[in-house]
């Protein structure tokens, strides 16, 4: 699970900005599984705290996914997120760094979320968030996995 912070166009009633990121637009959290297929994805106004957004995204994956038993993430999500994976009885794992380490280090299990918004971002309409709803940008990033799923289908036949 981690959150992505993208420019959007002029339109929109739902834009913030997120001032860690400098980014005037929206924010996108995804939830991939461990071979990085998509689970689900919300999107809300950039000013949204990575929290909140993923205490959503939390949420409608508790109750779309009752088999779900562990989420990974990094660092960054704090111990309200925790308490509340821990509240709809979800184990949470989160990747640090080793201490003491300088520089790039990969960590483990990060890169899969990392690696689907890389795959996503191939799609022109996601490198901007050109949409002016909410559901219609949820609607693109999963016809974009769509896509992106069914050209692996038809290059294994």
Wanted: net charge positive; aromatic share 8%.
């Amino acid at each position: 699970m981690d959150p992505q912070s993208v420019k959007s166009a002029e339109g929109g009633p739902q834009r913030g900005f997120d001032a860690g990121k400098k980014v005037s637009g929206r924010k996108r959290f995804a939830a991939v599984d461990v071979e990085g297929n998509l689970v689900d994805v919300t999107v809300t106004g950039a000013d949204v705290s990575d929290n909140a957004g993923s205490i959503a995204l939390l949420d409608s994956i508790a109750a779309q996914f009752p088999s779900v038993r562990a989420i990974w993430c990094d660092q960054g999500f704090e111990k309200a997120f925790t308490d509340h994976a821990h509240r709809l009885g979800l184990q949470v794992v989160v990747i640090s760094r080793r201490p003491g380490s300088t520089g790039f280090t990969v960590l483990p299990r990060r890169w899969v979320v990392e690696r689907f918004f890389a795959r996503i971002a191939r799609a022109r309409r996601l490198a901007r968030d050109y949409e002016r709803t909410i559901t219609s940008a949820v609607a693109m990033m999963q016809i974009a996995y769509s896509r992106m799923m069914l050209r692996r289908l038809t290059r294994t036949l």
